[in-house]
T-cell receptor
């Protein structure tokens, strides 16, 4: 079955890089996603990567995918206080029954000035 | 373009009542999915609709149901509410299988 794991908490200083890690189990995953959730808000799509890619860069965000180890990471360069939030990784599985996202438990990122 | 719109934003209901939540996807998006978010269980998949058909269903009791209309708008219904149904219910839409899911702001349901 599908299972996604993330570390619970990350503290980082403003201006430093943040790296959030995620592992997943379903080898049939097609896309892997990173979402950001601020207090009282829904999920904001940050970026996603197709499962046959190793890396994707989008401004301050870099996603690395190690398909062999089923490991996904999100690097945020020059972390700002506005980056403080909960970050969720998710895998998308496409099966005969349809699609769904399976989310990790979320990593709370605290950016200290 | 307008995002995914969920109504209402907040809802308070009593145990045993039923509730209907609404989701309007981004124009042109034909797939709508629903997720439940709670502090204890995290984000869990409820169901997925595509072209008015339920295409996938999560592991929730039959009290949770949904539907999609011809204009792709979707509703989910929870009957005989329990305290444990208190959660943030999120709707997401996507145009096809190659795109990211865009989420709405959610409906926060409190059952008392």
């Amino acid at each position: 079955g599908e299972d996604v794991e993330q570390s619970l908490f990350l503290s980082v200083r403003e201006g430093d890089s943040s790296v959030i890690n995620c592992t997943y189990t379903d080898s049939s995953s097609t896309y892997l996603y990173w979402y950001k959730q601020e207090p009282g808000a829904g999920l904001q799509l940050l970026t996603y990567i197709f499962s046959n890619m190793d890396m994707k860069q989008d401004q301050r965000l870099t996603v690395l995918l190690n398909k062999k180890d089923k490991h996904l990471s999100l690097r945020i360069a020059d972390t700002q206080t506005g980056d403080s939030a909960i970050y969720f990784c998710a895998e998308r599985t496409v099966k005969a029954a349809g699609n769904k996202l399976t989310f990790g438990g979320g990593t709370r990122v605290l950016v200290k000035p | 373009k307008a995002g995914v719109t969920q109504t209402p934003r907040y809802l308070i209901k009593t145990r045993g009542q039923q509730v209907t939540l609404s989701c309007s996807p981004i124009s042109g998006h034909r797939s709508v999915s629903w997720y439940q978010q709670t502090p204890g269980q995290g984000l869990q998949f409820l169901f997925e609709y595509f072209s008015e058909t339920q295409r996938n269903k999560g592991n929730f009791p039959g009290r949770f149901s949904g539907r999609q209309f011809s204009n792709s708008r979707s509703e989910m219904n929870v009957s005989t509410l329990e305290l444990g149904d208190s959660a943030l219910y999120l709707c997401a839409s996507t145009p096809d299988q190659s795109e990211g899911y865009t989420f709405g702001s959610g409906t926060r349901l409190t059952v008392v």
